[in-house]
């Protein structure tokens, strides 16, 4: 049988771990604590057989979930968070030790950029750099470099790292390749294609896709090889090597750091995922609408969206990527005050969040960047007259009327 298509893999995921009492759809498993009639179980599933003990560990519920992201990351194994942020710090704190040195990209999430900071008062070294050049990548190698940390496009200036070419590099150079997968989810993005060693994912975006839950996976693709890896706890050196990563990840970040995902929270994230592909299609169309609309109107000075032919990695995008994803933002001309335009937008609602189900907008320099400060918004490129827009799924006519009415 061929391989099958991204939607299937995931709306039948489910009854292929067995229904549960007949239900079609997988039950959601509150219970805290898993008992045996057997203590022998419990002895068992604590000496590392499969099986449940306590929930911030794993639940059922919790099992389903990664059953599925691990399919759509086509991975080996996949751990999920509380948040996307939960994730992305396990991954550096169970993975990272004082004296390790990371490459990362200049343009991250505002708060990993603030999390890189809190990691350099723990004695971890971080080289910052234009990660859509892989010369600046390769310059920032030193002797104890351990990984590189990349977004597929970044926010809000949509810059597309050098995503295979520093996969060419991690692989030479034997360096963890971590991916933040988040603005393009693993419907447009094959991470694993360009030897990504563990993809993250704020699950609490495109993935869940109603901005009802909050969650974050890592995803390890099997690709590195964690014999060579210094930092895998001796006790971790057991069984398959291809799980050290994804094994002590789970044991140091989710069990010891506790930052695990309810079972309610979930049930509402995989119900979002069997319809990302449809979602982000839409947005998709409705994204690029709404660029073109924007870049030919007088009223706007430049806008970034990587579907467009004017983008810097416009031909690096459409050779990555399965479609331009649906983060879109915009400089209004300067006698324009965005705050004014945004207040004057009547199906647009002004929030921060990325991937909902509705279109969502925000003035960039006053929110999301405001605490970096004046000087690191413009190293990053942004104006301080940008708009982001979180492209949603309504019909294309109503939103692009929108736009224009507010534009006029
Ligand atoms: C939102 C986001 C995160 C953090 O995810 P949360 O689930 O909000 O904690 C990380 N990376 C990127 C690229 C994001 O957009």
Redesign the pocket.
């Known amino acids: 049988m061929s391989a099958l298509g991204f939607t299937t893999k995931i709306v039948h995921s489910d009854h292929k771990l067995g229904l549960e009492a007949g239900a079609v759809h997988a039950p959601i498993h509150n219970s805290v604590p898993y008992g045996f009639s057997d203590v022998q179980g419990l002895i068992d599933v604590f000496q590392g057989q499969p099986g449940h003990a306590y929930a911030r560990t794993s639940t059922p519920t919790l099992d389903a979930l990664c059953q599925k992201i691990q399919k759509m990351d086509n991975g080996v194994a996949t751990a999920v968070f509380s948040?996307?942020?939960?994730a992305?710090v396990a991954t550096f704190l169970t993975l990272l030790k004082a004296g390790d040195h990371v490459i990362c990209s200049r343009f991250?999430?505002g708060?990993?950029t603030s999390l890189l900071r809190t990691l350099e008062g723990y004695g971890i070294e971080i080289t910052l750099v234009d990660a859509t050049e892989i010369k600046e990548v390769e310059k920032a190698l030193k002797q104890n470099t351990k990984m590189v940390f990349v977004?597929t496009i970044a926010?809000p200036v949509t810059q597309v790292s050098a995503l295979a070419e520093i996969g060419d590099f991690c692989e030479k150079e034997e360096l963890v390749y971590v991916v933040?997968n988040?603005?393009t989810s693993s419907f447009l993005f094959d991470a694993r294609a360009v030897k990504t060693s563990l993809i993250?994912t704020?699950?609490?975006?495109y993935v869940a896709g109603h901005g009802n839950a909050?969650?974050?996976s890592v995803t390890d693709t099997g690709l590195y090889n964690w014999e060579n890896y210094p930092n895998i706890y001796e006790g971790y050196r057991k069984g398959d090597s291809k799980m050290w990563g994804i094994s002590q990840i789970k044991k140091k970040g989710l069990r010891d750091m506790g930052a695990c995902l309810s079972s309610q929270g979930a049930h509402l994230i995989s119900i979002g995922s069997e319809t990302m592909e449809l979602r982000m299609q839409r947005q998709a169309v409705n994204a690029m609408a709404l660029a073109e609309l924007l870049e030919d109107h007088p009223k706007v000075a430049k806008v970034y969206y990587p579907g467009l032919a004017s983008h810097p990695q416009h031909v690096r995008a459409k050779t990555l990527f399965n479609g331009f994803g649906a983060l879109l933002s915009f400089d209004l001309i300067d006698d324009i005050d965005c705050c004014e335009f945004l207040n004057k937008l009547n199906l647009v609602i002004s929030a921060t969040h990325?991937g909902d189900n509705r279109t969502l907008a925000l003035p960039v320099a006053p929110t999301i960047y405001f605490e970096m400060g004046l000087q690191l918004r413009q190293e990053m490129g942004i104006s301080e007259n940008m708009i982001r827009c979180s492209v949603g799924i309504e019909n294309t006519a109503d939103l692009i009327a929108d736009f224009k009415q507010a534009l006029a």
């Open positions: 948040s996307g942020m939960s992305i991250l999430f708060n990993t977004e926010n933040d988040t603005i993250v704020s699950l609490s975006k909050m969650g974050g990325l």
